[in-house]
């Protein structure tokens, strides 16, 4: 009799084969990437005839949206871009906190889950190098893909040139492919709680150290004036990349003063520079005697809602922040919260650093074309017009939107609003230099900045800032 | 040989004698049945190993966003890993931070516990209480406390403010942070600590402390010859797995401090998400899973040997 009782060694072998299949395909596991069209090229190419709209109907295009007064206006209009193509939009919206890293493991798993997505011009740096982005150049240069309403000389030049790199660290924005279209913006401004002022007898700060003192004043002063608990500046604190952007790289930037220095292809960081390191140390004694408590932990919504809570005199970030505080109804500070474009630079420089919400494509996306004229009708004039008269798109990337009537009858209830952004929309521009290893450097710096500010010596920390990108980024 | 004798038909023939004659089961589907049997638990298995190979196999190369098509690189990642002092910088905030939470867990929770012990109806309502913080996810406990501990408008200053403690930063400080985060971690915790204790406790025979009564012993001494020693393997248990989930802790740090301020609190989970996915070098952020792992792997062995020994001797106590 043949009966084959399975005993524990033929059991382990199979266990065992049965394990190592899973580890064997592991290691011919592919690592993402890029993979390159066959015959080289771009897919615009592929589209060839007159342009029209209809082109790609029938299609679906799929979104990954970040939760933004911005994405609110697009979402309510895309029924006329439905309307208009034929084309349906399925998306999905994430909050800002876990938005990045979505996007970035979606990015990096290979997947084409999505067509189309919201990117900041810092992620071009990151994403652009591994092949992720499709370059959008082809795309717009392609009038069979292109409308001529699109209108590209419409765009402010610096926001158009913030979604264009060659891709090599070090290497100016403005040349090289385009990895994505501007769409809203947000330029980094002083905004002001006016009764406050009128109250203290202040006028806006026109140089750095009067901000400095007056943040300082404000915060011993405005609570025995009846501001119960105000301090003086809000800014952000939190151990993040987000800390350096808004306010403190605006500031630092009008100082003339660099992140890296770019020597024949050699980054050198330059954030340790005698300059750089009594401007830090300013910055962060401004913050102890006029900031928030509990600095180390205050992101953009910390700040904005001090504002808007009247636990803030100032806010220096991005004007969004303070305007959905200002605008009627939606704060205790509404109606009493002004503009102004902030201390200009020791030369009179309102050099001014920006984050710029644009929109790309997915290189793997099998849907490009759908996913083109998708773009095209976001950063097209009738939507953003749409958007920034009916919706909160306040801070128009195009310049025939900046001067539309109706868009200007909006705003101008908010005190200095239209006249800062007219004052500070040609010098505000991406202020660091591209490089892919943005985000580490940019995070280590907030650390910096909180060692800095908890007491520790600013030329030793900046020194040991800086030695330590140099070996990331040089 | 009749297939009746040798198949499942046995069965059907003892039945009934007037069915149909059973179906003879085929010698490979009867080989083929211990097998189906363990695929659930094979698959598991695999789905456990894959990622872990996978993971372990990307730590020999220099895999990262800006490298899509790697080079092998061997032991470098790991090399790096223990040459950088920030390496033993989280290693060092990792450790405090286990440590500071399990001492501190395992003390309350055992005394929370010999509290409830006994009681009657009130303790029976505050068994119910007690649990409440684990029902919550420690990163939502986390922003509450966060928000708690707001210096200027959070609940805590403003109850000490009539004692003149009002206005402390606490999380604006290295040693504040990291204390403020342990003590999330304790009042997320302690509860966990405190059940097992109360079933330890629940679960001791009388008769020893019966016979320590009868001869007069008092509240210490039969704490610490005969209630300590029983409980020891239910607390110790308490600890081994409060001690693991120290050591990986991030959500409670990260809602709290994002590993702030300057890199007080950045402990080795953070620091491998912030190379992983914030700084996209994969295989070096893996290698930093794959150190840790390692840590929690060794340490637990040593904690559960320990633990089989402490068995062995609370069972040699008499009962």
């Known amino acids: 009799m043949d009966m084959r009782v399975p005993d524990r060694r033929r059991f382990l072998t199979l266990t065992a084969a049965a394990s190592a299949t899973p580890l064997l395909s592991a290691c011919g596991a592919g690592f993402g990437g890029n993979e390159e069209r066959k015959g080289g090229g771009s897919a615009a190419d592929d589209v060839t005839g007159s342009f029209d709209w209809k082109k790609a109907r029938g299609r679906t295009v799929k979104a990954l949206l970040n939760k933004h007064p911005y994405t609110d206006a697009l979402i309510a209009d895309l029924k006329s871009f439905t309307e208009k193509t034929g084309i349906e939009v399925e998306y999905d919206v994430f909050p800002e906190d876990n938005y990045f890293d979505k996007l970035t493991v979606d990015l990096s798993s290979g997947r084409a889950s999505y067509d189309i997505f919201m990117l900041g011009a810092y992620m071009v740096w990151q994403y652009g190098p591994p092949g992720w982005l499709e370059d959008l150049g082809p795309w717009m240069s392609n009038s069979s893909a292109t409308g001529a309403e699109w209108d590209q000389g419409d765009f402010f030049p610096n926001l158009l040139q913030a979604g264009q790199w060659s891709l090599k660290a070090g290497a100016p924005l403005g040349q090289g492919g385009q990895y994505a279209l501007p769409w809203g913006w947000e330029t980094n401004v002083v905004a002001y709680n006016t009764e406050v002022f009128k109250k203290l007898g202040l006028r806006p700060a026109e140089t750095f150290d009067e901000l400095r003192e007056m943040s300082g004043a404000i915060k011993r002063r405005a609570p025995g004036a009846g501001f119960d608990g105000m301090y003086g500046v809000a800014v952000r604190g939190s151990r993040s990349w987000a800390t350096i952007h808004p306010g403190f790289m605006t500031m630092y930037s009008r100082y003339g003063l660099k992140d890296f220095t770019v020597d024949g292809g050699r980054i050198t960081p330059a954030m340790n520079s005698p300059e750089a390191v009594a401007f830090t140390r300013d910055w962060a004694e401004m913050v102890k005697k006029g900031g928030p408590p509990s600095w180390t932990s205050y992101t953009w919504y910390q700040c904005s809602s001090d504002l808007g809570a009247k636990k803030a005199g100032m806010l220096f970030d991005a004007d969004t922040a303070a305007y959905f505080q200002a605008v009627k109804g939606a704060s205790p500070a509404s109606g009493k919260i002004a503009f102004h474009p902030g201390p200009k630079g020791p030369d009179g420089s309102l050099a001014t650093n920006m984050w710029i919400w644009s929109l790309g494509m997915n290189a793997r996306s099998g849907n490009k074309h759908a996913a083109w004229l998708f773009l095209q009708w976001a950063t097209g004039k009738e939507h953003l017009r749409r958007a920034a008269v009916e919706g909160n798109h306040i801070d128009p990337v195009r310049r025939s939107v900046s001067q539309d009537g109706a868009y200007k009858d909006k705003m101008k209830g908010i005190e200095g609003f239209i006249e800062t952004f007219e004052t500070v929309v040609d010098q505000t521009k991406i202020q660091f230099t591209p490089q892919e290893q943005f985000f580490d450097a940019t995070t280590s710096w907030a650390a910096a900045l909180q060692e800095i500010y908890g007491g520790k010596n600013a030329t030793s920390v900046l020194n040991g800032l800086a030695g330590d990108l140099a070996s990331k980024v040089g | ?319």
Do not use: C
């Open chain 2, 1 to 319: 040989m009749s297939p009746s004798l040798t198949g499942t038909g046995h069965g059907a023939a003892s039945r009934g004698g007037g069915g149909p004659p059973a179906r003879a089961v085929p010698h490979w589907r009867r080989g083929l049945r211990p097998y189906l049997l363990i695929v659930p638990a094979l698959l598991l298995t695999g789905g456990i190993l894959y990622p872990f190979g996978l993971g372990l196999y990307y730590t020999v190369f220099d895999f990262a966003a800006s490298k899509p098509q790697p080079d092998m690189v061997g032991p470098e990642n790991y090399r790096r890993i223990f040459t950088e002092s920030s390496f033993w910088e989280s290693a060092r905030v990792t450790v405090l931070y286990a440590v500071g939470a399990a001492a501190v867990e395992t003390v309350l929770g055992v005394g929370v516990a010999l509290l409830l012990h006994g009681s009657t109806r009130v303790g029976r309502v505050l068994e119910k209480i007690l649990i409440l913080p684990l029902m919550i996810a420690p990163v939502i406990a986390a922003i509450m406390w966060k928000l708690m501990l707001q210096p200027s408008v959070g609940v805590i200053n403003h109850l000490l403010e009539p004692f003149g403690m009002g206005g402390v930063q606490w999380t604006d400080t290295p040693a504040g942070a990291l204390l403020s985060s342990i003590a999330v971690d304790v009042w997320i915790y302690t509860p966990f600590v405190a059940i097992l204790a109360l079933a330890g406790l629940r679960s001791l025979p009388a008769s020893p402390f019966e016979a320590a009564a009868v001869d007069g012993a008092g509240w210490w001494f039969t704490f610490r010859k005969l209630t300590l020693p029983m409980l020891w393997p239910y607390v110790l248990v308490a600890v081994i797995f409060r001690f693991m989930d120290s050591l990986k802790v991030f959500d409670i740090i990260y809602a709290l401090t994002e590993g702030g301020p300057g890199d007080s609190t950045v402990v080795l989970q953070i620091r491998a998400y912030l190379e992983a996915i914030r700084f996209q070098r994969y295989s070096f952020g893996i290698s930093y899973m794959i150190v840790l792992w390692a840590v929690v792997y060794l340490v637990t062995m040593v904690l559960v040997r320990y633990l089989g020994k402490v068995q062995n001797r609370a069972a040699e106590v008499p009962k």
